[in-house]
Every structure is written in structure tokens, then in C-alpha cells.
């Protein structure tokens, strides 16, 4: 079993910067591929970012490009996504996933296996 807490959101201006951060406990990271999900009011949930298990290969969202950055410290079971640049689109709750399958890349939200409990994120224009 792997529990996750994501905390860093908060209200920013458009433009501005925040970093989430994803704790795990009950299980290492290490052997986990990390995701980063948003779900916006009235929208389904959609995939932002995903890590591998030793942080070489990281894949995004083509509206976050640029902008987002996901990295992982295995040592402290955290997984972090620093966001720059952003817009009121970006507007929504934040949520981290651990997927247990030993592959290299997860986009999906069936690929994963445990979620936390979401961070909001508010963008203001």
C-alpha cells in the first residue's frame, strides 16, 4: 500500500510559479513510475507528466511543455512538479499517482495504482 500527499498549491497570478511537491510513505518511490494529473471543475481528469522509477525519462502534456517540470528524489520518496509560467487554464486540483508496473512511461489514469488526495491550484487572470 502507498500513500501519497501532494501539498504546494495555491492562488497565483498568470505568469506566476508554483511547485507541488507528492510525499510518499508505505512503500519507496524507487520502484514506482510517477504521474501528475489535473481535473478541472466539470472536466474529466487529465495527464500532465510522468517520471520513470530513476528519473531518466520524463514525458508531458503538450499544453504544459515548456512551462512544467517533473523530477523525483527517491531518497526522500518526493516527487515534485514545478510549474512556471502559468495560465488560467492551468486552473484545476492536482493530483499525484504511483504506478506499481515496471514501464517506463504511464498517461493514462488506469495505469496507475494509488492516487493522493489533490492540491488546488488557482490561476488568476
Known amino acids: 500500500q502507498v500513500q501519497l500527499v501532494e501539498s504546494g498549491g495555491g492562488l497565483v497570478q498568470a505568469g506566476g510559479s508554483l511547485k507541488l511537491s507528492c510525499v510518499a510513505s508505505?512503500?519507496?518511490?524507487?520502484?514506482?513510475?510517477m504521474g501528475w494529473f489535473r481535473q478541472a471543475p466539470g472536466k474529466e481528469r487529465e495527464f500532465v507528466a510522468t517520471?520513470?522509477?530513476?528519473?531518466?525519462?520524463?514525458y508531458y502534456a503538450d499544453s504544459v511543455k515548456g512551462r512544467f517540470t517533473i523530477s523525483r528524489d527517491n531518497a526522500k520518496n518526493t516527487v515534485y512538479l514545478q510549474m512556471n509560467s502559468l495560465k488560467p487554464e492551468d486552473t484545476a486540483v492536482y493530483y499525484c499517482?504511483?504506478?506499481?508496473?515496471?514501464?517506463?512511461?504511464?498517461?493514462?489514469?488506469?495505469?496507475?495504482?494509488?492516487w493522493g488526495q489533490g492540491t488546488q491550484v488557482t490561476v488568476s487572470s
Open positions: 508505505g512503500r519507496t518511490l524507487s520502484s514506482c513510475v
Open positions: 517520471i520513470s522509477r530513476n528519473g531518466g525519462s520524463k
Open positions: 499517482a504511483a504506478d506499481m508496473t515496471p514501464r517506463v512511461r504511464a498517461t493514462m489514469t488506469w495505469e496507475y495504482d494509488y
